[in-house]
Antibody
C-alpha cells in the first residue's frame, strides 16, 4: 500500500533552517512527483511547491522563492523540503503529498504531517 | 494566480441532510478541480478529482460537478463521519491554489 512517512516535529529559532523528509513506499517513486503543502495553526492549506521524482524539476510558490529547496533521493525514495530564514509565520504543519501532475489528478496520498514551530 | 472562493465558509447540518458546497475560480479552469476532506489533526483526504471523478474508496454519497469557474461538492445524506472541513483545489496551473475551506459542523 502507498505510504508517505514524514520526519518528526521540529522546533527552530527565527533565522534558522529546517529540513523535513518524506519517505515513500508502495509505488514506483520516480513515476510521480511530490508536492509540499503547509497549514498554519487554525488556517487553511497553502501549496508550497512540487518536485518531479523522475528528473528533479521543481516548481515553487513565488512567495517562497529563494527560501525553499525541494530535493529527492531516488535511492531511498525520499523527498526533502528545506526552508531557510525561518520566521514565526512559518510555524505550521508541513505535509508532503503524491502529485502525479497529469491531467486533472489531485494529491492522492499524503504524509502524516510534520509540525515545525518557529520560536525564540 | 487563480483565486478560489468557497461558500459557505461554515455550515451547520444534521445527519441525513443533503449538503452542497460551492467553489468558484477567478478564471476558467476547465475540469481541473479537486475536493478534499480534512478532519482535525489529520492530513487532507482526496475525495474527488477532475471535478466529478470519485477517488477510489470514497463513498458514493459524495459527488462533484461543474466546469469552468463554478463547481459544487454534494453530500447526498450526511453521515456522522462527514463532519469535517472541505477544501477545493485547482490543478489547472501553478500555483496549485486551495480554497479557504468550508467547515461542516453538527446542528
Amino acid at each position: 500500500q502507498v505510504q508517505l512517512v514524514q520526519s518528526g516535529a521540529e522546533v527552530k529559532k527565527p533565522g534558522a533552517s529546517v529540513k523535513v523528509s518524506c519517505k515513500a513506499s508502495g509505488y514506483t517513486f520516480t513515476n510521480y512527483g511530490i508536492s509540499w503543502v503547509r497549514q498554519a495553526p487554525g488556517q487553511g492549506l497553502e501549496w508550497m511547491g512540487w518536485i518531479s521524482a523522475y528528473n528533479g524539476n521543481t516548481d515553487y510558490a513565488q512567495k517562497l522563492q529563494g527560501r525553499v529547496t525541494m530535493t529527492t533521493d531516488t535511492s531511498t525514495s525520499t523527498a526533502y523540503m528545506e526552508l531557510r530564514s525561518l520566521r514565526s509565520d512559518d510555524t505550521a504543519v508541513y505535509y508532503c503529498a503524491r502529485d502525479p501532475r497529469i491531467a486533472a489528478a489531485g494529491f492522492d496520498y499524503w504524509g502524516q504531517g510534520t509540525l515545525v514551530t518557529v520560536s525564540s | 494566480d487563480i483565486q478560489l472562493t468557497q461558500s459557505p465558509s461554515f455550515l451547520s447540518a444534521s445527519v441525513g441532510d443533503r449538503v452542497t458546497i460551492t467553489c468558484r475560480a477567478s478564471q476558467g479552469i476547465s475540469s481541473y478541480l479537486a475536493w478534499y476532506q480534512q478532519k482535525p489533526g489529520k492530513a487532507p483526504k482526496l475525495l474527488i478529482y477532475a471535478a466529478s471523478t470519485l477517488q477510489s474508496g470514497v463513498p458514493s454519497r459524495f459527488s462533484g460537478s461543474g466546469s469552468g469557474t463554478e463547481f459544487t461538492l454534494t453530500i447526498s445524506s450526511l453521515q456522522p463521519e462527514d463532519f469535517a472541513t472541505y477544501y477545493c483545489q485547482q490543478v489547472n496551473s501553478s500555483p496549485r491554489t486551495f480554497g479557504p475551506g468550508t467547515k461542516v459542523d453538527i446542528k
